[in-house]
């Protein structure tokens, strides 16, 4: 079993940034990818950005060159960083870790973007 808590929503101005973390504990030896979702009122949950346990990185188009995805030195940790913010980014942001065992999501964090 593998438990996620995401911290670093709030609320932002229209261009500023903003910093998530996601700290996962537990079985934390068996996780592969780590990743960010979000999910807008009305909206279906959505890829942000995912980054293996090799590191290499994907990103939804909407982010790209404004969100960053990095994972700790221990690996049970990953942060996004994101610059730029904009309006349509507002959504509440859930951590995800894949396992042999099992796909894990945290308890989201909102991320309001004022215009």
């Known amino acids: 079993q593998v438990q996620l808590v995401e911290s670093g929503g709030g609320l932002v101005q229209a261009g500023g940034s903003l910093r998530l973390s996601c700290a996962a504990s537990g079985t934390i030896f068996n996780i592969n990818d780590m990743g960010w979702y979000r999910q807008a009122p009305g909206k279906q949950r959505e890829l942000v950005a995912v980054?293996?346990?090799?590191?290499?990185?994907n990103y939804a188009d909407s982010v790209k060159g404004r969100f960053t995805i990095s994972r700790g030195a221990a690996k049970n940790t990953v942060y996004l960083q994101m610059n730029s913010l904009k309006p349509e980014d507002t959504a509440v942001y859930y951590c995800?870790?894949?396992?042999?065992?099992?796909?894990?999501w945290g308890q989201g964090t909102q991320v309001t973007v004022s215009s």
């Open positions: 995800n870790a894949v396992s042999w065992d099992g796909n894990y």
């Open positions: 980054i293996s346990s090799g590191g290499s990185t």
